[in-house]
């Protein structure tokens, strides 16, 4: 048979799949702050597609999910770019400038990222979870001759991988419904303080804290009881109001601008411990690229040649964009050192945020990777930079001229940051098929283009249609803006430094805090227990808890699991079946969430679904039902060796 792998076929299917994704992302993100990963969820539609042909192999199925998930993760790029029009210097998404910056920094973030495969795929022990769970999806799902050789296994692989979906499903649609509700919160004081506990029924979350392990949970818990424990009863001391409205603006105020400071400083000791397996992986790509020609190779990247010279064209077209942006307006004099500095900005910060957004990819998969957190340091990063070197020399009135150039070049880097995101988890997933690397990295520019191309139109539509908050220009239909609540912070941020009221002490707090995770953390791998990395801690106390508890519980189940299954004569096969659980239970909720996303979109309705809204026993049914799927879940999956 012949082996068929970068197909036009499979592009094509790629690229609409990332074209759906990439629209329905951008609605749910603009709506409720989050974006779902669409690798599994394409990997699912592919392998149905392209058995109907009876011709699609692992690895063509496996380019299709790549090109879509590329599309589906530039859709982030609305954690900055409505910033432009918040701040009133857009009116709109122009199309070729919205489609350049996500294209060119879209594919510097494949090309920066791929002297890391070596360093932090090849060899490195990272989880990744969700370019585990793709792959193992991709198998379970392949045809005869590419499946499993245990025959048990590969017949009741793809059932396990269904039952988790189909558990999701059913979580899904009871919430969707309006008859379980979607999380548990309380919050309760704690002194003059408040503090709270919440976590979201969400089945894709528990798979994903199963994926990453007990480790990275343990440290996510960590950053929960500092955030929680710590941080919110402190500032929120003496306070009066309403309690969980208290608990919800000392999180947004405070801890999560702790948060920042442990994922920078984390960030940059991560880079640090990369410095030499990052050049071996850069010295062994160009060695794999001198014996191209030899005989079975197939563990080759795009060449160093290749890599340089489309870097080259990318910045020097970054560049152009940069100068059209800043002239005609109140920093036109400043043009060619707005260049210069730009350009050197998307290299020197590109580069770092590539290595350490893979390596979150890495740790805690590409959906649970806290990217804003990464915009957050880049747009502090700008506006100091301008505040430094230009706003000196400029009048007063020329500050949101300045804040609009940060946020522009932020919305480069941060193109940058999500495909090094999704780039190292999908070549993860490749290695885990047998694919080959450079054919993946040609897949993955295809995709980010394809991306861009809908990017502008779907902003459009809903700006035209909702609008943004504090858009001095808005002049949409509907009476409520959509909340954008990552740009907003963003682009409040860019206001604040150029402003000089940025509160920089909690993000000192935030690195001191990472300071001692980092030595804590060296001295449990000294003694050989178990480890608290430094960025997983920097989450927890960055994303809100009902978000990261699911990883936590999924965590410890996977860890309980693995325990109790240990003894059995097929203890391997069950520990991969635990796997594929868990990514069923991310294909379920993820394919939902798409689908639900659409039918948002092409309603209007906030809940289009919810037939049963203000059902006064959501919360407990919400609870007992995700508890008994959960439960019935791990005990089917630990007795398929003796069915």
């Known amino acids: 048979m012949v082996d068929r792998e970068l197909t036009v076929r499979g592009l094509l299917l790629g690229a609409a799949i990332a074209a759906v994704f990439t629209a329905a992302n951008i609605y749910l993100g603009l709506r409720a702050g989050i974006t779902i990963a669409s690798s599994i969820p394409a990997a699912v539609i592919s392998m149905g597609i392209l058995r109907a042909f009876n011709t699609g192999t692992i690895r063509e199925n496996n380019i299709v999910q790549t ?3 590329a599309g589906g993760t530039l859709s982030a790029i609305i954690f900055v770019l409505p910033g432009l029009v918040m701040v009133g210097w857009w009116r709109d998404f122009p199309f070729l400038q919205t489609v350049l910056v996500c294209a060119l920094g879209g594919t510097l973030g494949v090309l920066f990222s791929i002297p890391l495969r070596r360093a932090l795929v090849v060899n490195s022990s990272l989880p990744y979870p969700e370019g585990v769970a793709a792959a193992e999806v991709l198998k379970v799902g392949a045809r005869a001759d590419e499946a499993p050789a245990n025959v048990m296994e590969r017949t009741r692989g793809p059932f396990v991988v269904l039952y988790g979906a189909c558990a999701a499903a059913v979580m899904q649609v009871a919430t969707y419904l309006g008859a379980a509700a979607p999380l548990f919160e309380r919050y309760f004081r704690v002194g003059s303080g408040v503090s709270g ?26 950053g929960v009881l500092i955030a929680w424990a710590g941080v919110i009863p402190i500032y929120s001391a003496g306070l009066a109001g309403d309690i969980a409205e208290l608990a919800g603006q000392v999180r947004a105020d405070k801890a999560r601008f702790i948060g920042a400071g442990v994922i920078g400083i984390a960030a940059i000791w991560s880079l640090v411990t990369l410095v030499k397996p990052v050049y071996q992986g850069l010295a062994a790509t160009m060695r794999a690229a001198r014996s191209a020609g030899a005989v079975g190779s197939d563990d080759r990247d795009i060449s160093v040649a290749h890599i340089a010279s489309l870097s080259l064209v990318c910045l020097v077209a970054i560049g152009w964009l940069l100068h059209d942006f800043v002239a005609s307006g109140p920093l ?23 290595t350490v957004a893979g390596y979150m990819a890495g740790l805690i998969g590409a959906s649970n990777s806290p990217v804003s957190g990464i915009g957050i340091l880049s747009i502090v990063a700008a506006s100091l930079l301008l505040a430094l070197f230009i706003q000196p020399q400029v009048d007063a009135g020329a500050t949101n001229a300045l804040v609009a150039v940060a946020l522009f070049a932020v919305a480069i880097v941060f193109s940058i940051a999500t495909i090094s995101n999704d780039n190292l988890q999908d070549l993860k997933t490749g290695q885990l098929v047998g694919a080959s690397p450079w054919k993946q990295q040609v897949a993955l520019i295809i995709g980010v283009i394809a991306g861009s191309l809908v990017t502008p139109v779907t902003l459009n539509m809903l700006n035209a249609a909702y609008g943004f908050p504090g858009d001095p220009n808005r002049a949409a239909i509907a009476a409520e803006p959509l909340g954008a609540p990552q740009a907003t912070l963003i682009s409040t941020l860019a206001r604040g430094v150029l402003n000089s009221d940025l509160d920089w002490s909690l993000i000192g707090y935030g690195v001191l805090i990472g300071i001692a995770v980092i030595v804590l ?3 449990l791998g000294a003694m050989k227990v178990l480890r608290l990395p430094p960025m997983a801690v920097g989450i927890g106390i960055y994303l809100p808890m009902d978000v990261t508890m699911p990883v936590i519980i999924g965590a410890v189940l996977g860890w309980l699991y693995t325990r109790s299954i240990a003894r059995s004569e097929q203890s391997a096969m069950l520990e991969r079946f635990g796997v594929l659980l868990a990514s069923g239970l991310i294909v379920g909720e993820s394919l939902l969430g798409i ?36 439960a019935t879940s791990y005990r089917w999956v630990s007795r398929q060796a003796s069915v």
Not at 202 to 218: C, D, E, F, P, Q
Not at 342 to 352: D, E, H, M, P
């Open 332 to 354: 036109e004099r400043f043009g060619w050192p707005l260049v210069v500095g730009g350009v050197l900005f998307t290299v020197v910060v590109g580069a770092f945020i590539a």
């Open 197 to 222: 506990f919440s976590t979201a029924f969400s089945l894709a979350l528990i798979g994903a804290g199963h994926l990453v392990g007990l480790s990275v949970g343990m440290a996510m818990l960590a």
């Open 521 to 523: 953390d060296q001295l």
């Open 67 to 69: 090109v879509a998930s």
């Open 595 to 630: 689908l639900y996303a659409g039918s948002i979109a092409a309603t209007g309705e906030e809940a289009p679904l919810a037939v049963l809204s203000g059902f006064a026993a959501a919360p407990v049914v919400g609870a007992a039902l995700f508890a008994v799927l959960v």
